[in-house]
């Protein structure tokens, strides 16, 4: 396989390669002992093109040490352009795997489901989906696979790669800040495929629960309402049924033990007789985790996280199940996947494609600033489990196994997130020409563009009416994460006249990406420009915050 301006070229010759094509993963191939490199995914990805006339591959960017970031395309007609799978208004569902190169069944999986949708049981779904597929996201990290990553993990005892980049980030952190050349290009996927469901594949660690599998959908209030309770209610719920029915898995939201005060409790084994003030709590709200991001550009997001403690061939197998209910899930509920996406972005721009005219979005929306945990219900039934340890013959060190045990114990389920403290959606920011240059800003005005956010520039003097918001306090976290000390500001806000030269910057919030726009723009966003440092200028007590609100 050899790639060349951004597509995959199969270099392979006709009919004996195309018999010999050998598309079984790493794992299969070595009985679950190892898990696939970077070579077997082309080899696989290659087999895949050489065999089938519905496979279109691509290079979607590349990673920091260089390599081709590989995306696979399946449909029947084959589609080789966004127009193109559009066109044949279809959902289009995108699956990535290996976000993490340490949590490696997702790869593993999803290249086994894009066998059976070429050429299996799947195949007749070609004809009603757009399927992408990005098998090795973190494809650096997956270089680095040794037995000494994840060793309490249930293997594959030969090991795995690296949780981070070659560069040291956490990508499931970067969707914000967008620090790695991986998270630019994924960010680049969606903006030009504009996937209707996106699908990440993990491996979970922390409680001694008895669940195969746990999922999470979007978690930031900031989404759509519709998007967040159809994916719950309509598909989450049925899937969950069809797991256990069909697959004979038991799955549930994402969650860890932690006491009612919400301590952290991860890892904790519970004794099912005596829990005490046990609860289950879901992980993050903000966008820096990737469901909740996607969920801010108005599509269904679905995060998936196979039990660490299953074996590795299971944890291979209830993951395939899972993305293949999710499959069958968005085949059932086509229509309406496509019709709330789209009434989703029409929240801003109108009953017309694109941006309107007019600066003011087509109905009046509140956004959260400030955000809390909160319970799904009073008590749901969780199934606890517990470990056993066993040795890994490679490495030396304990693996934990899942064991035999599954009881059901009544406790809270912490698994939503509400806003205690909500601003309603302007019709716009600016940023005023003599600022504009600053490097700080033009920075900022980067992760705009590369997020797919709308800037236009202001091409006469004019006048606006804006809130301008006054620094009254900034708070800086004392330790570095992710190459950033993370930073909060607290700000009043007032009503001023602004006089904007030429050159001056319009954010418009007629935008289908206005809510993401605005977890970017707000200066006391907890996960925008400010919280990363890209937005520094001013930021100090009675100065002003140079991005002002169109009122």
């Known amino acids: ?145 040794t037995p000494m990553n994840r060793t309490q993990q249930n293997g594959p005892v030969a090991g795995v790669g690296t949780r981070e980049n070659s560069k040291g980030l956490d990508l499931n952190r970067d969707y914000m800040k967008l620090d790695s050349a991986e998270a630019r290009a994924l960010v680049g996927l969606m903006n030009k495929w ?20 746990t999922y999470s959908p979007i978690l930031n209030p900031n989404a759509d309402p519709r998007l967040i309770e159809f994916t719950r209610s309509k598909m989450l719920a049925p899937i969950r049924a069809a797991m256990l029915k069909n697959h004979n898995w038991r799955t549930y939201y994402y969650g860890n033990f932690s006491p009612e005060d919400g301590g952290g409790r991860e890892n904790a084994r519970i004794d099912p007789a005596n829990p005490g003030n046990v609860t289950w709590r879901t992980f993050d709200h903000r966008p820096r985790f990737g469901n909740n991001y996607v969920g801010l550009r108005n599509r269904i997001a679905i995060l998936s996280e196979a039990y660490s403690y299953l074996d590795f061939k299971g944890r291979v197998a209830v993951t395939e ?12 509920n086509a229509k309406q996947i496509m019709t709330l996406t789209a009434q989703a972005d029409r929240v801003f721009t109108g ?39 066993q040795l890994n013959p490679r490495s030396g060190r304990e693996m934990l196994v899942m064991a035999p045990v599954a009881v059901p114990v009544a406790m809270k389920d912490y698994g939503i ?40 520039t202001i091409e006469t003097a004019t006048q606006m009416d804006v809130d301008r918001f006054v620094v009254q306090g ?3 976290s004392e330790r570095e994460f992710q190459g950033h000390q993370e930073a909060r500001l607290a700000v009043s806000m007032e009503a001023a006249a602004l006089s904007l030269d030429a050159g001056s910057i319009l954010i418009p919030a ?27 200028d001013g930021l100090s007590v009675g100065q002003g915050y140079p991005v002002y609100r169109v009122r």
């Open 321 to 332: 199940h899972f993305v293949e209910e999710i499959y069958k899930s968005v085949q059932a």
């Open 417 to 456: 997130f509400v806003a205690t403290r909500t601003l309603a959606l302007p019709k716009g920011w600016v940023i005023p020409r003599a600022l504009v240059a600053s490097p700080r800003l033009a920075a900022a005005l980067d992760r705009l563009r590369w997020h797919g956010i709308e800037t236009r």
């Open 510 to 536: 007629n935008h289908r990406l206005a809510r993401l726009a605005a977890y970017l723009l707000e200066p006391d966003s907890d996960d925008g420009l400010v919280t990363w440092g890209i937005i520094e």
């Open 474 to 476: 900034l708070t800086r």
């Open 351 to 389: 009953p017309a494609n694109g941006a309107s005219t007019s600066l003011r979005s087509s109905q009046p929306v509140d956004l959260g600033v400030d955000f809390q945990i909160a319970a799904v219900e009073d008590k749901v039934e969780i199934v606890v489990g517990d470990v056993t340890k």
């Open 194 to 213: 504009d996937p209707h469901v996106a699908v990440d594949l993990h491996t979970t660690n922390g409680s001694y629960h008895a669940n195969h599998l």
């Open 1 to 145: 396989m050899r790639f060349v301006t951004g597509a995959l070229v199969v270099a392979m010759t006709a009919t004996s390669s195309t018999q010999s094509a050998d598309m079984r993963t790493r794992a299969e191939i070595t009985n679950y002992e190892e898990t696939s490199t970077y070579a077997d995914v082309t080899r696989v990805i290659d087999g895949l093109a050489a065999t089938s006339p519905l496979v279109y591959t691509e290079s979607f960017g590349k990673t920091e040490e260089g390599r081709d970031l590989p995306l696979i395309v399946i449909s029947d007609p084959k589609v080789a352009t966004p127009a193109a799978a559009r066109k044949l208004g279809r959902p289009i569902v995108f699956v990535q795997a290996n976000i993490h190169a340490g949590e490696v069944e997702g790869k593993e999986a999803i290249l086994m489901l894009a066998r059976r949708l070429v050429s299996g049981d799947l195949k007749p779904m070609t004809r009603q989906m757009v399927f992408l597929i990005a098998p090795d996201y973190n494809a650096d990290g997956n270089e680095k696979i």
